[in-house]
């Protein structure tokens, strides 16, 4: 499809993050690709309702979540592309987006499965690198966050307050995630430990030779792969986001933050408290929990 390169225009107008950019980007390179595969045309005129409703059949092995954020981003794309002239009918605009499934609750790390993975990391050449950066995911970081964090990112506890690490989340907003000690000591026993301890990336890795080398996101995963691989984490929590998810579970179910979902909002870096509400899913003990605690159980 001839157009796609021009879509810059859009993205700058959406003002997304430079990682919003970067999926957007791949899903019209996955339309465009199935476009001249299944139906042998390339230009964006080409493109129609009934193209546009077999492509979303294809997308059916992919979670509902999945299928939708596909979809949506097309649909964006045509909208754009009508608006800014560049074609005369919006193709899309009779497509609706695939249903995500509600009430399907996000897979989390418990609080067991936190404390066995970063107790079971082993001493040697990267020990306390891997304990830093767990602990940057058990305060609920994304891994783009964890990322770029720098050496100057952590702030020391001043005047009886909490240590704290500065991130930068999405869209480039910037929040304070204050520190437990046990996670400021890691971090801080590793950046004294380093030999590359005047380089500005807080996280780094040895390539090729090089040191002080940034850990890029991918680097991070599959590092948190094999530690997770290593502590007996089941198979579908190996990944950074599930730490993330049960850092937010633990704040919502198992302890009383001031100021309930909206601080946790904050914690995560959400800008909507509605994006939050995704974790508040109830298990089945919770539900006999809140039963019993029925005044009406004590008798009649």
Not at 61 to 74: C, F, N, V
Not at 91 to 113: C, I, N, S, Y
Not at 269 to 284: K, Q
């Amino acid at each position: 499809m001839s157009a796609l390169p021009t879509t810059g225009e859009l993205f700058a107008t959406n003002q997304v993050s430079p990682d919003t950019e970067r999926c957007y980007r791949y899903q019209l390179r996955s339309f465009s690709r199935w476009m001249e595969t299944e139906r042998g045309a390339a230009e964006i005129e080409d493109v129609t309702a009934v193209d546009l409703l077999a492509y979303k059949q294809s997308l059916a092995h992919l979670s509902p979540t999945t299928q939708k954020r596909y979809m949506a981003t097309i649909r964006s794309f045509f909208k754009w592309a009508r608006e800014s002239g560049l074609i005369d009918t919006d193709p899309a605009a009779g497509v609706k987006l695939p249903r995500a499934m509600q009430g399907q609750a996000p897979t989390f790390f418990t609080l067991d499965e936190t404390r066995a993975l970063i107790t079971s990391v082993q001493t040697g050449r990267y020990g306390k690198r891997d304990a830093a950066m767990l602990w940057c995911f058990a305060h609920g970081l994304r891994v783009a966050e964890v990322a770029t964090l720098n050496v100057g990112d952590v702030i020391q506890p001043e005047n009886g307050g909490m240590a704290a690490l500065r991130v930068r989340g999405k869209g480039s907003k910037a929040r304070t995630v204050p520190l437990l000690m046990d996670g400021y000591r890691a971090v801080t026993a590793y950046i004294g430990d380093r030999v590359d301890a005047d380089t500005e990336p807080l996280l780094t890795c040895t390539y090729r030779g090089r040191t002080g080398r940034r850990m890029s996101r991918a680097g991070i995963q599959e590092r948190f792969l094999v530690l997770a691989t290593r502590a007996g984490i089941p198979d579908n929590k190996r990944h950074p986001h599930c730490m993330r998810h049960g850092f937010a579970t633990r704040m919502l179910f198992e302890s009383s933050v001031p100021g309930g979902i909206y601080t946790v909002s904050k914690l995560l870096g959400h800008s909507r408290v509605a994006t939050t509400e995704v974790y508040l899913h109830c298990s089945h003990k919770q539900l006999e929990q809140a039963m019993l605690a029925d005044p009406l159980g004590a008798g009649v």
